[in-house]
């Protein structure tokens, strides 16, 4: 082998393991390391019948009043991942949702699909100081926009204190597609188990599919016995094994 293979090939296992080393620390450990961590949560296991509804995207100036009605006539609580450019045009959505009782948490300040860890913390910082001049809370929970995430991004929210929550698998209405009033009644009701966290949006484009499904499906959970809770609720309720 000539010196300039040598040369060739040495160059190329170093290029090869550079990528390797940057791919590896922005890379997804997986669902188990980061439950064990418990710096990332997807739902949590327990035999007592209460749920977390979630909502992303809001307040939307039309949608999340009429979901806080709704969600006032059945005495349930939700947690709110709000976005924090929301948050500045209706001070007034974010203040009801906490006054009524309602848990807040952060989604962003402009709900970036894409964005560096520098970046990430910036918008988290501007929307939990929004939230806490319009409420003086400060948010703890974080969700990742369009749940994607890397250990870079996962590391960095749980540096400044946060603690992320996706969902239950099994629980993703898609109301965002506007599939149909049926479809997302049916998505919730033929797969709720205690523990779970349903991820619905308050927010982001025409949600009245959401706000019709949430009148059929609340009622319907509530006679079978559901509890409907914040996050922070589910954490504290006494049993916190993440569920396999």
Known sequence: MTRNNILFLTACVLIISIFYVGFSNAADKGRPYYEETG?????????????AITFDDGPHPK???????????YDAKATFF???????????????????????????YTHPFKTSVKKLEKELKK?????????????????????????NMINAAAKNGYKVVMWSW???????????????????LKSTEPGDVILFH??????????????????????????????SELIDSGNQEVKN
């Open 63 to 73: 949608y999340t009043g009429e979901i806080l009605d709704i969600l006032a006539k």
């Open 202 to 231: 308050d927010g982001g484009g025409n949600r009245a599919q959401t706000i019709k499904a949430l009148e059929e499906i609340l009622p319907e959970l509530q006679k079978q016995g559901y509890k409907f809770v914040t996050i």
């Open 82 to 108: 709000v976005i924090g450019e929301n948050a500045e045009k209706h001070p007034e959505l974010v203040l009801r949702e906490y006054s009524e009782g309602h848990e807040l948490a952060n989604h962003t």
């Open 127 to 151: 929307t939990n100081n929004i939230i806490y001049s319009i409420t003086g809370f400060y948010p703890v929970l974080y969700r990742p926009v369009g749940g994607q995430y890397n250990d």
């Open 170 to 188: 099994h629980q993703d209405t898609e109301d965002w597609k506007r599939p149909g009033v049926k479809r997302i009644v049916n998505k919730v």
């Open 39 to 51: 710096q990332m949560l997807w739902d949590i296991k327990t035999e007592e019948k209460i749920i």
